[in-house]
């Protein structure tokens, strides 16, 4: 059965890749195979048309959320949904929600996902490419994809590097030995950019290393987690209000805030569960520091719903921006819909039954 993954980034407003060292030389028409794209749904792998086509991304949205509706009218009916503040509260509260795949590019695939499972300890879960789309994605983790947060990479033929910007932090790993891991690192030719100790004011050992496409990953000291991918850190402009819109509109808690004026940021942690045994979404504020650049390289989060339409009406009322109207998507009929939080970052959310049933 198709698994679940294809056109979402088809709506993902990008900088171009023009100024990149290695700019891929690919044609494309921006509608080409749109029906195909939209039936595979990938959580962020191929090439977004901004960047492949240097659009303009309104035009793009819009062009696309029209081809959406076109293929969708007259055998779907949508969900009606409107509903007050304190219904949405109410039900983001109680919905059954939990982050699916954290989704980046690479510029290679089979070096990354050696390094993932060699030095890091995740396990290949799948593996797949789509030739006439030009792109092959793979998915890892430590337990399967039903219970566990995965990491979703996408490979786009012949773009070997991307810009990952200023606004993306670093992913956390949960270690047992943090020193026996960086040991590891670098015997396989790992950069590490922190050696192991204490976090300032704390005891948790911590060390830092680069994968082999420039992403940052924190490692973390701790004993056996059922979750050991337990973070992804993003930079926002303003920290109180991206914990209000968390808050109401994904019902994540505050699990914890932290303020260091020596260094000049503060973070908070929020989830849906404790540090220690959940995948969380480290958010940290830089003083003075109100903008970032998003590169071309970390895309975005997933997460589960057990209604998209609702989900999406409460984003709207708690201040994110839908890019993709909640609903089934043409050819497998999982429902989706896409969202920018207030900073701009993209977030996806995906049908609880209609996500296992793509498993199967």
Known sequence: MASLSVALNLLTPRPSLLHSPSPPSFKFS????????LALFQLGIALPQAQLFNAEAPKLLAAEGNTIKAATAGNITQESTSFTE?????WVKNDNRRMLHFVYSVGDLDKTIKFYTECLGMKLLRKRDIPEDR????FLGYGPEESNVTVELTYNYGVNKYDIGTGFGHFGIAVEDV???????????GKVTKEPGPVTNGSTVTAMIEDP???NFELLERGP???PLCKVMLRVGDLDRSINFYKKAFGMELLGKRDNPEYKYTKAIMGYGPEDKNAVLELTYNYGVTEYDKGNGYTQIALSTDNVYKSAEAIKLFGGKIIREPGPLPGINTKITACLDPDGWKLVFVDNIDFLRELE
């Open 225 to 227: 987690s059922p979750e």
């Open 86 to 90: 304190v219904d949405a509260m109410d």
């Open 30 to 37: 921006p509608f080409h195979n749109t029906s195909r794209r």
């Open 213 to 215: 496409n420039g992403y």
């Open 179 to 189: 020193a026996k891991t960086v040991d590891l690192v670098k015997a396989k030719g």
């Open 135 to 138: 792109y092959t994605n793979a």
